[in-house]
Structures are given as C-alpha cells and as structure tokens.
C-alpha cells in the first residue's frame, strides 16, 4: 500500500500515515459530489475512510492530506472544497439527533432470495455497513449502543436533547416479546441516565430525562401487522414503522419469494394509518423479473393505489450480494442488474411523480462496495440522479427536496400550504409553512378516519388524529430560543392550532397525537392528556 505520511502536532507529535490511494478516492468522490447543502464534507470522507480501514482520520488530518495531494498533483486545489472541509460540521440539521440501534442477529421468517445472510448480522445486515459497525463494537447492547451515539454526537458539538430512536435489524416482530422490551428499556436507560425498575418507569423518567425520545421507529414486514401488533407498538413507544414492501405486483413478490401480497401491504398500511403511526415504506427496483417498464409502472401504483400513499419513502434498488440465492440467479444467467445509467433513469422519473407530502429519504441502499458483485456501485446515486434531473429540467417536489434544514427563517414570510388528499380509510391533510421561494420550514400531517371501525384502538376511535409534526431548523437544547430559526418560532403550535380548526370544522369532537415519550409534556402544554396509548383533547 502506498501511504501519505508527514508529521502532525495533534495527538501527541507523531507521524500520520494514511493510505493514500483511499485517501485520494475519497476525497475525489467528495469534491465531485459538489456542494450536497448542508452535509458535512470532512465527516462524510472520514466516515468512508473509515469504512475500508476502520481509522477516523481526524479533520486535521484530511485537510493536511488534501494540501499534500494538492502539492503532489493528484488533485486540483478548490479553496471553496478546502473551506467546506474545514468548515464547522453543521448542527443536526434535521432538528434531532437520530440515533440507530440495531437488534441481535436472529432469524427472519422471510425467505426473500436477494436478502444476504452473514454470520454474527441480523438478518438483511452487512458487517461493514457503518450502523452495524458500531454495534458489534457495542455487541448488540442496546445501553451501549444509544449512549456511545449520544455521547459521539456531543463530542461534535451537536445538541441531543432530543433523540429520534432508530431501530433496525431485520424484522422486529420475530424476535421475542421480552427482549423487545428489554432492548427499549435499555435504550431509554441511556438516554435517561439513570436504570429504571421497568419499561413503564423508564418510560416516565424520559418525560423530563436529559435526552428525550422524540420519535421511535421499528422495521417490519407486512404480515407482520395486526391489531394485537399495533397496541404492542404502541405500548413500547413506538411512534413509526418502516414496512418492506418491495413491490406493489403479486408476480414479483412471489418470484422474489417475499412470502407476502400486495393485501398483506394494504392491510397493514391501513391499520397503522388509521392508529395515526407514520408509514415509511421501502420499495425495490430491479427485483428478479422486474424490467425498469415495469417498476415504473410500479412505481406509480403507490400514489395511484389509496391504500398504499406512504408519508416517507427509501427507494433500495436491488444491490446483488454474494450470500443470497439471487447470486445463484445472476451465475446462472437468469438474473442481470441494470446498467448504471438506466437505473439512473428510471429513478429520476420516479421522483418527479412523489406527491409533496411524501419524503423520499434515500434512493439506494448503503452497502460497502467490495460485497456488491454486480450493478450499481457509486455510493454517491442521488447525486448522479440530481445532475441527471438538472440537466433535463425535471423537478421532485418531495419534502426531502424542499426543506430548509439549518436554514434561517422570517416567519412573517412564511405562507401555510394546506394539500388534503384521500386514502382507503382517511381524509389526510398536510400542512405545511413554506418560505417565499416555497422551501418548508415545517409540517404537520392530520388524519381525519372516515369509519370509527377501521381505528383498531378504542381511545382514539372518535378522534382526529396528529401523525406527526415536524419543524425544522437546527436542534437546540430544550428550553432554549434560537432567533429566527424555525424549530423555536412557534411553527409547531400554529400548525397543531390549525390543525385543530379544520377537525373541529369537520365535525369531531376530539383530537388525538401519537406523542413520543419525550414530548408529552410539550403537549400537556396545549391541553393534551395522556389516555393509555395516545394523548388527546377536548376541541
Ligand atoms: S423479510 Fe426482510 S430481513 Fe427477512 S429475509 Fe426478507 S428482506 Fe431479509
Ligand atoms: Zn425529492
């Protein structure tokens, strides 16, 4: 290996020595990904660096070792790459800190051919994706795990009052009743800082707890959602669900041997509806016996179908592994991924058909490129997907698309966008502030059910219902104002008021909210009481 070495003061005097060929790769992916607004450049090579050798470099580090490329010829000098590099990391712009936890390798009941299976992984996980990296280092503790995520994002310089709850590894329904509960306390023993006696007392302690839980998400399948599940879920905290869909064609779901139908994914996104949870789905693209025609006729019957019509959607084209039975399709001859550029095609012609209440949160899946054998390889595909957009003047409208993140804001400017749209079992309104330029500072999505019976929860069965409500701006400590900047001006209580206006307007007598645990005291501010799963007012 061919290394780049100089000397370095920082961590005690020595010589830095960095594989330069890696170095170089990563530096050079990052310049030509261009300004990707907000992101953190030096986090982002680190971060790949990181994934091939395991080193962090540091930022001095990076930025040294661009000057030395730079002086070497193996990359142009871009003062405006160098000032992004040593550029401050943007706070979370988001507004929370996510952090990801994952479960312990289990079986899944599925059999899907295009899923890999690694030995010590959770089923569908890769050992060097950087999420299952860090929890085998943790191995699989899920105290461990949330505390070295909070503390790591402190030793940033990022807020983490608030802590939206990720947790992934196959499919949380298979796995055991008590250790689902026992890896939620766990995870809410380290943001509370202290150990509770149960899930319940830990769950309380979080109410007032230095890092609150502000968002809970699990990963399931389809046929794993009943209304006995959806009490569960609810019970445990969790506020949404992000459901495998794959596919929206019978066909292609049997030849990928998903064990599920398209019925399956209508009932499943009607009863999580209806009990007000966010639906994020993941859809695939060139699945085995899918051609991009047909996926993006599939594509389209997820805004067509009013049963499906998710509020958050990752977009996983197939990525062919070595550890799955599709790899046996590809040797045979039976199995082949798209070239680069259609894949680039079609998933620039989906964007522009996402409805604006929909947020597309990734267009690939990350794997570390040496597992992938075949297809696409690039980890930078939105950005090739943008340029490709750009070039030919197509547009998506997505939430992802036109938020403000860190941005700040005039809220005299701000202008409320109210979109409704119908599903199987609601009227759904989104309501959005939006700036001049028709950038979103923040929103809110309210469902009103159209049959008290399809609400599998008896609480809230006469109840509107607040899904979610999302302002955005950098996430500052509770309590705490930032000027102009969206999270701290109000945005949340004038949407939740207007909210309450149209259901009152439309006749219902209360309104309920799938609150986190962490921000039900926000919400006792405006009038809400704890029932048993949900909180709700009187209107
Ligand atoms: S259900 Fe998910 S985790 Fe299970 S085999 Fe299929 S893709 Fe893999
Ligand atoms: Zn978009």
């Not at 041997?257 to 639906?279: P, S, Y």
């Not at 019509?309 to 045979?332: A, G």
């Not at 990734?362 to 980890?379: E, L, Q, Y």
């Not at 079992?425 to 469902?447: D, H, K, M, Q």
Request: a positive charge; proline letters at 6%; glycine letters at 6%.
């Amino acid at each position: 290996m061919e290394v780049l070495s100089w000397s370095s003061r920082e961590r005690v005097e020595r010589t830095v020595v960095l594989n330069k060929a890696l170095l170089l790769e990563v530096l050079r992916a990052a310049w030509e990904e261009g300004d990707a607004s907000g992101s953190d450049v030096y986090a982002r090579v680190a971060r790949r660096y990181a994934r091939h050798t395991g080193y962090v470099p540091s930022k001095t580090e990076v930025v040294s070792g661009y000057r030395a490329l730079v002086a070497e010829g193996a990359l142009p000098f871009d003062r405006e790459f160098l000032r992004r590099l040593q550029r401050k990391p943007v706070r979370t712009s988001s507004g929370v800190a996510p952090v990801t936890v994952l479960t312990k390798p289990y079986p899944c009941p599925g059999k899907c051919i295009f899923c890999p299976t690694f030995i010590n992984m959770p089923k569908s996980y890769v050992p060097d994706e950087p999420g299952a990296q860090r929890a085998l280092q943790n191995e699989f503790d899920p105290y461990r795990q949330t505390l070295s995520r909070i503390r790591a994002f402190e030793a940033i310089g990022h807020d983490a009052s608030k802590v939206e709850l990720l947790i992934l590894g196959g499919t949380w329904s298979a796995y055991p009743r008590d250790y689902q509960e026992w890896f939620i306390k766990r995870c809410f023993d380290a943001m509370n800082g202290v150990e509770a006696a149960s899930l319940e007392e830990a769950q309380r302690l979080n109410e007032t707890a230095p890092h609150r839980n502000v968002g809970l998400v699990i990963e399931t399948r389809p046929d794993a959602i009943s209304p006995r599940e959806i009490v569960r879920l609810r019970r445990l905290g969790v506020t949404k669900v992000q459901l495998g869909l794959q596919s929206l064609d019978d066909r292609i779901l049997a030849l990928n041997k998903r064990g599920h139908t398209v019925e399956d994914t209508r009932r499943a996104i009607r009863l999580l509806r209806a009990a007000g949870f966010k639906i994020v789905v993941h859809w695939m693209a060139n699945l085995y016996g899918a051609t991009p025609a047909s996926d993006y006729e599939d594509f389209l019957r997820l805004w067509k179908d009013p049963a499906i019509r998710p509020d958050e959607l990752k977009i996983y084209p197939t990525s062919l592994l070595e550890n799955t039975e599709l790899y046996q399709y590809w040797l045979e001859g039976k199995y082949q991924p798209y070239e680069e550029q259609v894949l680039v095609d079609l998933i620039a012609r989906c964007k522009t058909q996402v409805p604006r209440y929909c947020r597309i949160n990734r267009v690939f899946r990350d794997i570390p490129t040496p597992h992938i054998v075949a297809g696409n390889k690039k980890t930078n595909l939105r950005q090739l997907v943008h340029a490709y957009m750009a070039e030919r003047g197509m547009q998506c409208q997505c939430i992802r698309c036109r938020e403000i993140r860190h941005q700040r804001v005039d809220p005299a400017t701000l202008r409320l966008d109210v979109l409704t749209y119908e599903t199987d079992v609601t009227r759904e309104y989104f309501l959005s502030f939006v700036t001049p330029e028709n950038r979103i500072a923040g929103f809110l999505r309210l469902a009103l059910p159209q049959t008290p019976d399809v609400v599998p929860v008896e609480e809230i069965r006469h109840a509107a219902m607040i899904r979610e409500v999302h302002v955005y701006g950098p996430a500052l400590p509770l309590g705490t104002d930032g000027e102009g900047e969206a999270q701290h001006s109000g945005l949340g209580r004038r949407l939740i008021a207007q909210a309450m206006a149209i259901a009152r307007e439309a006749g219902y007598r209360e309104i309920g909210v799938i609150a986190a645990i962490g921000t039900r005291n926000y919400y006792r501010r405006l009038g809400f009481e704890l029932r048993e799963l949900y909180m709700v007012r009187s209107l």
